[in-house]
């Protein structure tokens, strides 16, 4: 999403039937894959396309996986047979959404947010679908997220494939969850470089990257709110299944986006206090200017009015009052000595009301 | 609505018994058009005019579209046949209210806020009366809203047709939930030119376009905050009620309200690091201009003083120590050295301290 | 009240025993002004004086009205003759009271605040106390306030007067209520008006009476919370009662007084808006000035030690390094175009720099 | 308490058991004074010192006042006889504590804050212990605080001896919840006087001021909250006691503190209002400085070169382009009518720049 | 923790399996301390090392101490032994944790931070599991924090050694809340001393610290609240178990925290007023420096000028108006006045309007 996508998500034209999914409208539709994994303590076996969607289910537990984006069969097939809700496929479709718990009785969907990898301020949308004993996943894009986690379903004795679907379930959304922690840290470390850029060197640059970084932090903080309502909502849904020993796990992810939250806060406070640092360093900076533009205004300007005095061309000759200074042996040097008397005490001045 | 309305909200002079609708005052009353659809699963009938609203109701569901200003009339046919509520022609009457949800035993009413189409920052008030198989719906302005909806209700077969008068209070909600989206979306569009414009360019046009967003900004946020305690109070209503298949979509319209407070916030958040990071790009622009100004009076006015010192007309014959100086033959060119190289340590000075 | 009243809530010393109201203290006690009003659907009786009150109730419902600084005597009465808890009475001698509700079992009490007309920001107090059949106001000032609703009742037939004491409670509370639109309003189209002023010319007067008029938006909105408050717990109270139809009436006044705190927080909004627009406008015509300050020191600052280097009286003869310039027959061309060009560079780059 | 004891609040070591009452630590221990009132509604006898503590209850009620830092002696007295828990006694002992309230059943203790008189902004703890028949309050100074209750007490037939030592522990929490009202009003003429003085002749010293009092208004807010947070708990305690008829004392003890709170964040908003105030009008009136620097620089800067040029010493024998404007007859007037001209016409562009 | 640990919390890998403590990753792991108490109102033993971990528990109570980094035999030990969650011992190796409730039925797992000694701003995690009869502490460093703590088991009688382990649990929690109060101290005055500084001597390095104080406070506040929230759950949750006189000494550390969290926000709020104090002090004495630039640039300037007209070499026998003021045998005097007089004049209106 990052904040582009928060403007830029879909929605349907007003007076539109909800529920409507109209693909055609989508550009990229069809070009999504899917895999199929059908596991129980016992068995694991996996298919690909359309036809592994259709195939009947041979174990206990299934697990569909859709990324990029599905083609109209797909979602037909997903509607008829897994008797998914038009209201969250649209949702599938109309990507951007933020995070979100549906209850579709039996069915829930969960809607969640995930950092891209390998770019700065994006995120992608992953909608889940479970029903008992089975899981769909729709993933924004195909990039071979999930593989850790069939890797620990294949492994034979694995505690994830002796469960129930809902531990697969929550093995996902902890993956979305644990995948905002590297996006906070590598903000953290660049705060820190600012930090300490700001101090040393601060520049108009480092500021605006401050700003944009807390806009980023905005975004982030928005992800995680809605992501811990949803997990919340899931406790408190699942708490009336029979998924009883689920309940610490949700617990732990709970314990991790509230942490996650804790952390991005604190940052917003860090980059606040940041900028706010900067501004008075540059306006600590300026009054410096300011002051010696002051010193030396000071310091001269009645001076230059002085030497401008005896610069001026009045005919001595023209009587007695006029300029007789510039007859005197003396004249010169005590002009001189009293332009420099009167900086010294200029300059004193300043040093006593500490403007230096 | 928009600004302006929250102003020029009409209220009644204090002191009036509460339910009074004093059309008389209303100026522009009398000029609503009115249309009757009755419709069942089966069956879809459209009647217009007063003559429409008082037919006998031929299927089970109608609904009475009454747009712009009602005339008395109309609102007295509506109490008397259908029992509104006078609190509620109130309402309709005195335009400019806030979403708002009432429960009057036994019709529902409800009161939103749509944007006009073609007006920058205006709302229009959609007041909402709801009885079994009737839906009452009150529109400041004629202007062919409602045809989407019309064109679904006249499909044979169409679901909203099929399902009791709920549904269609429902699709009318949506539709003014939905309404709201492209409003966003535009503010979205010109605010990013905004950034854009205002990190080359800033003017303080641009500020001000950017603070008057931000005021439109609120008056969205308190349209969509007040809505969605409308559709919370109806989904708690409608528990109560027999309609029990409308909650997903109760639950969707949430959902989306929801979502649109979530942008309408990110962009009021937008809008506010905006103005700041104009007022930091400004200040440092300031700051630039500041330090050429002190550049400037440091290097010239003590050179300008020195020059100033040899252009004094001191009487050099009145003895040894009156400006010796003009007599010697290196006077002119070490005096414009000293400067010189004054003026080199000056700027290597300000280099030093990072003033350049 | 208004922000004056606020600090000068008059409080009983430290230590009295609390239901003291002390009349010897009050200044202006015993001047106030008694009407007693006895109604039924059938009846209307209007008596005045302390006779009236002390006179046997004849109909139904009674509504005694005080109004100014009540006599001992009459508070004497009105806690003998009904009862009314001392606490309350001492709420009553004691204004400048925030609103809120009591309920001393059987009667409740009611502290509201009203408007004051004719005066900028002030408010008065307005306590009523109901117990089945009595009313009894108590108003701070005595002007007239409540003539429109002694006409309502008056009228044979009118709708309030065949209901019971409770709807005259509302009346009188929607009547306060009702008081604040007016007053918003005002302050609404004086904010617009402040608005336009600015734009076109800000100057400090403006400011500080945008300020002030924040200043009075707090005290309505303190105002208004605190009454919506007192509606909250009449609602809650009286569903204990049997008065169950006036609850559609206390929701009317319930969304008329949320409707009042949401202008005035809109106007707040607005008003502090507008202080920062003020200080930009502001920032931005201080940025202009600085700007022509440095383009006429750093355009003619160097050029003036230009011309002082020439009027040095380095005596030419001295040697041939001794000004020789003054002698080229070109020099004083020479010196002016040079001048003059680096102007226009000087100029250019400024212009390039968009200091201009 | 005040800002100095909020820091200052003793505390005990770390790993120290609770409960824990060092006296040794204790500087000022031991030098209390103890005074124990027995009462009925027949009976008053009053008894000083630790044989009073020590005497048997004679009447119903007893009032047991220690005021100053107690010795160890009292505290295991208290303990023992009346069975004070440690912890509450730790409480008294570390001073400083804020308002609250516990429950150590069968009795309760509750800490307040009251103003020290004839101090600006400092705050002494006063706590109590209440049991059935049993009221001990521990002050932190002497003062003859309590004397007009006291006085009350003595009266025969006043409501408070009749009545239970709930009643009494009222009395007391109502003087405390009182004493906050000549702070808060000297605060707010204090206030008005620092608004006053900066409308008129703003000075750092009127901001600093207004600075140190929002500092003040914070810790009496804390000291309101806390208190009204007790009487809260208080109401909620009760409930389950016997002591019905307390309830609308208690509910009187609320509205008075809430109207405390109220009143402190009113003025804490005028404070704040205050300083922005201030800060505008210095901003401005620093505008009007620069603007002055600005026409003055810009008014004579130019002309001082222009003299300047006519100034130069060019040799006008060297050819005829070397300054033959020195021999026009109207050389002179011509230059000088030139510059007033430019002047006016400056000036005149500043009149239409509304820089003046 | 501190802002530094706050960031650097460490999280496992996206994907792993929840619960999984991978010692390996841990740098520092196996140099931890174990140390084993066990203990009842009659019996002390003490043993140290992986073999008292696994000897038999001879005593009701015991006290597993772990200080430092621990090895993975240990945590395997804890795990079997003691049936230790491993989403709670995955927590014990990724330190950082915020403070945290977690109930792994039957034990039940807390998480705190402490401040660390001899640091300035770092925190360290302690981590408590409890069960009937048992508590494991896992303190991040090992220092001899809990020597008071043992001394109190040690002594024979000693309240603590006669109750459950409960007792001892919040005997370690206490300890971790009292290690706040010399930190905030500390603080406070060394704020006091900031405050004291800024007022006589404003420097920039002193608003540096007090920003960095502020920070400070925000990881203490958070620190703070997230503790208050684990206190807040143990009383909930034994309030369900048998240990019910427990109660007073939850709700006095709860007290404590709030105390805390009371006094960090208040260093809060101060810190902030210093800031914006400083920032107020700071502009004020800007505009003296610019005021007295102003004044200095207003008397000399013009001066200046007049005195460049009478420099200029004007041909005085051109015409009778060219320059005929430098002939007149009082136009020296007569300049030299009015430039004295026009000063005199500016410097008055300069009163006048306050600006000196």
């Given at each position: ?295 030396v205004t000071t310091l001269f300007i009645p001076a230059t009015f002085v030497v401008g005095v005896y610069g001026m061309n009045f005919d001595r000759t023209a009587g007695p009052l006029s300029m007789p200074e510039l007859g005197w042996p003396l004249g010169y040097v005590g002009v001189m000595a009293g332009i420099f008397a009167s900086m010294v005490a200029m300059f004193a001045y ?7």
């Open positions: 999403m990052g904040r582009a996508a928060y403007r830029k998500r879909k929605y349907h034209k007003p007076g539109t039937a909800p529920g409507t999914y109209d693909i055609a409208e989508t550009r990229e539709a069809g070009h999504g894959s899917i895999e199929v994994i059908d596991y129980s303590a016992d068995g694991f076996e996996r298919r690909a396309g359309l036809e592994g969607l259709e195939s009947a289910q041979s174990l206990p537990n299934r697990w569909v996986q859709i990324a990029g984006p599905p083609s109209l069969d797909v979602l037909e097939a997903a509607r008829q047979r897994f008797g998914i809700n038009p209201l969250a496929l649209e949702d599938v479709v109309n990507q951007g959404q933020r995070p979100k718990f549906n209850d579709y009785d039996p069915g829930i969907f969960l809607t969640l947010s995930l950092p891209l990898r390998n770019s700065e301020n994006a995120f992608q949308q992953l909608s889940l679908y479970v029903l008992d004993g089975l899981l769909i996943t729709f993933l924004e894009q195909e990039d071979g997220l999930f593989s850790p986690l069939e890797e620990r379903l294949r492994r034979t004795g694995g505690r994830l494939r002796q469960r129930e679907i809902y531990f697969l379930m929550h093995a996902v959304m902890d993956l979305a969850i644990d995948m905002l922690f590297p996006l906070i840290d590598e903000t953290a470390v660049r705060l820190e470089e600012l930090e300490t850029a700001i101090m040393s060197h601060p520049k108009e640059a480092l500021l605006l990257e401050t700003h944009a970084f807390r806009s980023r932090l905005l975004v982030m903080r928005k992800v995680a709110w809605a992501t811990r309502e949803v997990v919340n909502e899931l406790r408190r849904h699942l708490e009336e299944l029979s998924a009883g020993d689920l309940r610490p796990y949700l617990e732990d992810a709970y314990d991790h986006i509230v942490s996650a939250i804790d952390m991005v806060e604190t940052q917003r406070d860090i980059a606040t206090n940041l900028i706010e640092v900067y501004l008075s360093v540059m306006s600590n900076r300026m009054n410096d200017v300011i002051k010696l533009l002051t010193l300043f040093r006593h009301r500490r403007w230096l």
